[in-house]
């Protein structure tokens, strides 16, 4: 689903700064390489985090869902120079394609890739996060949220992809699990008075909260 004229869409990708040639070449690497080379943030959405992360500069990120690491080395963009971000994936079958291009960028040090299911990682990394950027499995976005939360401190931000889920969330007809679920989770975090939130529909959506 196209939330913009597709003319509108171009004109605000023509007009907003370029990725590097370092991740438009993991932009063309992922779709050679990769299944569903969609799920990429890309270019505009990899910006809209990046420029979150700058304004926020935070010393700790968590990311669950990693895909093929394009949304983390944006992420990262933002990290203070002792910061550090963790990335999660339950898919080891990505893992070396990931590495390479943690390896040769400019965040070797600052990012640190995990393998498994995030529910059982997440305890183990006893971290206090600025920003948590939620990609994953969409079923457990609620349990993620929760599991997060409690641990954040005031001024700490959660972010969740593909919230809007091609616009199946207002399709009355559409009831499957994933849209069903993804319907509470927006309305958890719009009824949750321990933070602030706006849906933005940038790409797929992206839901951002801010622990009060």
């Known amino acids: 689903m196209d939330f913009l004229d597709k003319k509108l869409e171009e004109y ?6 370029k990725e590097s ?9 992922t779709y050679m390489k990769v299944l ?3 799920m990429l943030s890309g270019h ?14 935070p010393k700790r990120i968590l990311e669950l869902g990693t895909y093929t690491g394009y949304s983390a080395l944006c992420l990262a963009e933002g990290l203070r120079a002792d910061g550090h971000l963790h990335t999660i994936d339950k898919n080891e079958e990505r893992e070396d394609f990931v590495q390479s291009f943690i390896d040769r960028s400019n965040f070797k040090n600052s990012i640190t890739q995990h393998i498994g299911k995030a529910l059982e990682i997440i305890p183990t990394l006893n971290e206090a996060w600025d920003i948590v950027f ?3 499995d969409k079923k457990n976005y609620i349990n993620y949220y929760n599991l997060i939360l409690p ?8 972010l969740a992809d593909n919230i809007l889920w091609s616009g199946k969330v207002v399709d009355e007809k ?5 849209t069903v679920l993804l319907r509470e989770f927006n309305q ?6 321990r933070i602030e939130n706006v849906l933005l529909p940038i790409r797929d959506g992206i839901q951002i909260g801010r622990v009060i």
């Open 12 to 17: 605000v990708v023509e007009h907003t700064s």
């Open 151 to 158: 641990q954040l401190k005031t001024g700490s931000y959660i």
């Open 134 to 136: 939620i990609d994953a």
């Open 36 to 38: 569903q080379p969609r």
């Open 44 to 57: 505009f959405q990899g910006r809209v985090l990046s420029m979150i992360s700058k304004m926020i500069q």
């Open 188 to 193: 958890r975090m719009t009824e949750d008075s």
């Open 174 to 178: 559409a009831n499957d699990m994933d």
């Open 21 to 29: 040639d370092f991740l438009s070449a993991l932009h063309r690497e």
